[in-house]
């Protein structure tokens, strides 16, 4: 069974500039999240999607924002950059998010680098 | 205050160490405590989750929860060089509530 992929693994941009990220869950996932990891504040969840419905939303300004479609792939995008969004974004899907306890399973991340 | 607190080390230790790795957190709504391992280059991949309070083995891994003292705890017996990763710690309320990580702790074992 094929793991989370994110696309694209590395990106260089400059500040002002908008950038999207893309996520695919794994195969009958349904709920996404996304997470921004830095060295100073480790994994900080932005916002998660269920269905392409935003469940949950994390303490991050407008500038970030999502989307869920239909075939349960995710799209974030930042809006006019700024340096501290230098991060590694990750995301995670699982089967559902209601219930008991759901496994996380992580993608390898897209690194973004703002100029 | 951070709703997670995770000494982000680094924590240097000899192979064969028994390796003890700690998070506090401040919500008392939390059921589900998660770690985590890291690798460079890599994302998050669950090693173990307990529910509520108590301990659980796997392997070399044990986890131990205690909820009257919000404190969880992760240790590692006879440690090896392919344990070097980042250790985050996670937890939840279960079902639709959100994650919460800890910072991670950056963990070396030297051959």
């Known amino acids: 069974k094929a793991g989370v992929t994110q696309t694209p693994r590395y990106l260089i941009k400059t500040r002002g500039q908008q950038v999207t990220l893309s996520c695919s869950p794994i195969s009958g996932h349904r709920s996404v999240s996304w997470y921004q990891q830095t060295p100073g504040q480790g994994l900080q969840f932005l916002f998660e999607y269920f269905s392409e419905t935003q469940r949950n939303k994390g303490n991050f300004p407008g500038r970030f924002s999502g989307r869920q479609f239909s075939n349960s792939r995710s799209e974030m995008n930042v809006s006019t950059l700024e340096l501290g969004d230098s991060a590694l974004y990750l995301c995670?899907?699982?089967?559902?998010?209601?219930?008991?306890?759901?496994?996380?399973?992580f993608g390898p991340g897209t690194r973004l680098t703002v100029l | 205050q951070k709703e997670v607190e995770q000494d982000p080390g680094p924590l240097s230790v000899p192979e064969g160490a028994i390796v003890s790795l700690n998070c506090t957190y401040s919500?008392?709504?939390?059921?589900?405590f998660m770690w985590y391992r890291q690798y460079s280059r890599k994302g998050p991949e669950l090693l173990m989750y307990?529910?509520?309070?108590g301990n659980k083995e796997d392997g070399r891994f044990t986890a131990q929860v205690d909820k009257s003292s919000k404190y969880i705890s992760l240790f590692i017996r006879d440690s090896q060089p392919s344990d070097s990763a980042t250790y985050l710690c996670?937890?939840?309320?279960?079902?639709?509530?959100?994650?919460?990580f800890g910072a991670g702790t950056r963990l070396f074992v030297k051959a």
């Open positions: 996670a937890m939840s309320g279960g079902g639709g509530f959100k994650t919460i």
């Open positions: 919500n008392s709504a939390f059921q589900y």
């Open positions: 995670a899907s699982s089967w559902t998010t209601s219930g008991d306890y759901n496994e996380q399973f």
């Open positions: 307990t529910y509520s309070s």
